[in-house]
T-cell receptor
């Protein structure tokens, strides 16, 4: 059971380049999300998804796109990288509580992070 | 609106002395609150959570937190610090079980 897997672990981009950060989970979690972590800012939510085909914006969505075609995968796309997107990115997933109709998530399962530098 | 304020960006304690990491929150709803810990170059790990059951919540590694609605606080405590507690700690509020808002973090240093 691998949990939440993020690839790559490190990436260097030039301004204007595009790339996709991959996130996969093998726990059949409905909820998946992307965060960026910057010094002194904590973690800020970029986008999240409550199931295949459903995505929504978080606090800082600009410059990022997501899609959720399967339960397992939640890729984060940078269409035109900017230096302001230099950060550590974390993917996290969670599950619906048993017996609950709503998406009541209690615990986030985090990937190990992707360190992205945009020059 | 939901937000979390961690009142101290850095806390230093001596090994064996109590730890207090302070967190205030604001929420339009009855919140779910969490503390996460991040050790250097590691991912984030859940320490404990409050979800409207008992106001005093016990977590892993001897940590506790008390939910005080009147003070809108959710401070993290531990009676006796250990060297292995040195890490970054994040207070988190959950909105409608969909969006998690993290505080800016408190870096805990434990002095031998």
């Amino acid at each position: 059971n691998a949990g939440v897997t993020q690839t790559p672990k490190f990436q260097v981009l030039k301004t204007g380049q595009s790339m996709t950060l991959q996130c996969a989970q093998d726990m059949n979690h409905e909820y998946m999300s992307w965060y960026r972590q910057d010094p002194g800012m904590g973690l800020r939510l970029i986008h999240y998804s409550v199931g295949a085909g459903i995505t929504d914006q978080g606090e800082v969505p600009n410059g990022y796109n997501v899609s959720r075609s399967t339960t397992e995968d939640f890729p984060l796309r940078l269409l035109s990288a900017a230096p302001s997107q230099t950060s550590v990115y974390f993917c996290a997933s969670s599950y619906r509580q048993a017996g609950q109709a709503k998406m009541v998530t209690e615990k986030l399962f985090f990937g190990s992070g992707t360190q992205l530098s945009v020059l | 609106a939901q937000s979390v304020t961690q009142l101290d960006s850095h806390v230093s304690v001596s090994e064996g002395t109590p730890v207090l990491l302070r967190c205030n929150y604001s929420s339009s709803y009855s919140p779910s609150l969490f503390w996460y810990v991040q050790h250097p170059n590691k991912g984030l790990q859940l320490l404990l959570k409050y979800t409207s059951a008992a106001t005093l919540v016990k977590g892993i590694n001897g940590f506790e937190a008390e939910f005080k609605k009147s003070e809108t606080s959710f401070h993290l405590t531990k009676p006796s610090a250990h060297m292995s507690d040195a890490a970054e700690y994040f207070c988190v509020v959950n909105r409608l079980a969909l969006e998690f808002y993290f505080g800016t973090g408190t870096s805990l240093t434990v002095i031998p």
